[in-house]
């Protein structure tokens, strides 16, 4: 009897599955790209790329695994092969977190990372300005000289008009008043004073006289350091063990320190409201404010600065529930002077303004914008603002006096708005152009000039018409960073460490000139005072010297 070989039919790939997945992955990218991208929402655009790629790996894995018609044996060596690709990736490559457009950053695995090279510069200086030891307050510390001075020192520590004691300036909205700054940096560049590591975070400085104020993360110590403003040495540090982490956001504290009086407040990310003495760092008092709120932290920290109003320090946790979404300490003792509001906080920071007369704390929450009474706390009137993701970060502008311009990212936009008293009645409500969505602040403040605001659309520099609500031109590509505005020119610092001056009018965009600060991803607001500019990151901090020559006015 004959054996009949039977040949097995070969495998045969079904492709134009495949091929159906990509092409319409492919369509559906090109219509979210151009529809986001003729907005200009760089960031929702990088959202679509996640969104649509993330479903075709998906599907595709899927068919690869049972649709593909190819052998069980050829199927597993595929998923073998693209895990030992994804293995590889991740072995020569670490995460860095996001740039502000969310596009994520990488680095090689063997580079050192920004705490790494800040721990090997403070071991590397003297003993007396190393970094805190883990777990000792700083006020104990036996290496720091500066920080075991008695709070009674008769050192003076007066608050002048050219000094910088709080976040975005003396009146929190980032314009340098009656200073001059070089401008000829082609011939003359801005002259570094000092640069040197620094612990992680997203905080400003606070500059009154040669001490700078900042905050860090250096481990899993929060900490608060006074900074020499002209030789970058560390004059003191206080120390909390608490470490706020993000992957989104990155780590460390976000909020910038405020100088009042003879008291410095700094509020954590995890939500600790230290007073400390600014010439020793010695805590006077300390709170946890969503303790007190009875609240939960959110997704990306406390942000807002500490506000302070005559002998109250506001700040804003949020909370729906328990009444307690905005609260007032007595700025001398600590102790809880009021608390109102059933608002979620977002991350922005109080900001005191008189309108119509009347003085009123700006809180900008996670879907409105509210104006409450200094005294007492309550709530005066409120305006519904929410984006998609219920994340508002941009300051608002008191435009007039009873205007407010307000600003967010994530597709939203801009409005201005109009608060009105009628007798014991508050109203707000939109005027003039409406909503404008092709103008949206992210996370970066704006500045108002003559009608103009001045700020960086989805990472694009802007100048906005308040009469009309339109652009009057956008130019100029900074990314994500920030703007300060000093007589008639623009500062801006760019995501990448870029420094840049452009002229502030309406007419057209033009810049002046350039250069690169710093290294690393810069979130930070930059600081101007007495001619010096304090810029830092979550790696780098660096002073640079910008005053005029002798005799000159500043100008090019």
């Known amino acids: 009897m004959s054996v009949e070989t039977v040949s097995q039919k070969p495998a045969q790939l079904r492709w134009k599955i495949a091929a159906g997945i990509l092409f319409l992955a492919g369509l559906a990218q090109a219509g979210a790209w151009f529809w986001y991208g003729a907005s ?15 479903s075709v790996t998906l599907l595709m894995l899927l068919w690869w695994a049972f649709g593909s018609g190819l052998r069980w044996r050829t199927r597993g060596l595929g998923v073998v092969a693209a895990v030992m690709a994804v293995a590889l990736f991740l072995l020569v490559f670490r995460f860095d977190g996001y740039w502000g457009d969310f596009v ?46 008695d709070a009674s020192s008769d050192e003076t520590f007066e608050i002048s008009e050219s000094d910088w004691p709080q976040f975005r300036g003396p009146a929190r909205d980032g314009i340098l008043r009656g200073a001059a700054i070089r401008r000829d940096w082609d011939v003359n560049p801005p002259r570094e004073i000092w640069r040197h590591p620094v612990g992680l975070g997203w905080s400003s400085f606070a500059v009154v006289g040669r001490r700078a104020f900042t905050q860090e993360q250096r481990r899993d110590e929060e900490v608060v350091v006074c900074y020499d403003v002209q030789t970058g040495e560390q004059l003191w540090v206080h120390s909390d063990t608490v470490r706020f982490s993000s992957v989104m956001g990155g780590d460390g504290p976000r909020a910038t320190p405020t100088v009042f009086d003879r008291r410095l407040y700094a509020l954590g990310a995890t939500g600790l409201l230290n007073c400390l003495d600014p010439l020793t760092g010695a805590r006077l008092w300390q709170r946890n404010i969503l303790d007190d709120a009875e609240t939960e932290n959110r997704h990306w920290g406390m942000a807002g600065s500490p506000l302070v109003v005559d002998n109250l320090v506001v700040v804003n ?9 905005v609260i007032a300490y007595d700025r001398v ?9 059933q608002r979620q906080s977002s991350y922005v920071a109080p900001r005191l303004e008189s309108i119509g007369g009347t003085p009123q704390i700006l809180i900008y929450g996670n879907d409105t914008l509210a104006g409450h009474d200094p005294a007492t706390g309550k709530e005066l009137w409120w305006f519904p603002w929410v984006n998609s993701t219920s994340n508002n970060a941009a300051q608002p502008i008191l435009v007039d006096r009873n205007l407010v311009f307000v600003s967010s990212g994530y597709g939203r936009g801009s409005a201005l708005i109009e608060v009105k008293q009628d007798g014991p009645r508050w109203s707000a409500k939109k005027t003039r152009w409406k ?16 009608g103009h605001v001045y700020g960086l659309n989805e990472g694009i520099l802007a100048c906005f018409d308040l009469e009309t609500g339109k652009h ?33 009018t ?51």
């Open 506 to 556: 309406p007419k057209a965009y033009r810049e002046i000139a350039r250069f690169q600060a710093i290294e690393g991803k810069t979130w930070n607001h930059p600081v101007v005072t007495r001619g010096l500019l304090l810029i830092r990151n979550a790696q780098e901090a660096a002073c640079y010297d910008l005053r005029p020559a002798s005799g000159s006015r500043g100008g090019d």
């Open 317 to 325: 946790p949020g909370g729906l529930k328990k009444g307690k979404s």
């Open 104 to 149: 994520p950053r990488f680095s090689f695995r063997w580079s050192p990372t920004p705490e790494a090279r800040a721990e090997q510069y403070w071991a590397s200086q003297p003993k007396e300005i190393h970094a805190p030891i883990q777990g000792i307050p700083a006020s104990a510390q036996p290496n720091n000289p500066v920080a075991a001075v």
């Open 435 to 450: 909503t404008n969505s092709r103008f949206r602040l992210k996370f970066n403040g704006g500045v108002l000039k003559a």
């Open 472 to 504: 009057t031109w956008k130019r100029g590509r900074y990314s994500f960073g920030q703007v300060l505005l000093i007589d008639d020119v623009l500062l801006v610092s760019s995501e990448t460490g870029e420094i840049a001056l452009v002229e502030a």
């Open 40 to 54: 200009g929402d760089r960031s929702t655009q990088i959202q679509s790329v996640y969104s649509i790629w993330v």
């Open 333 to 341: 003792s600590g102790n809880v002077v009021w608390a109102a509001g």
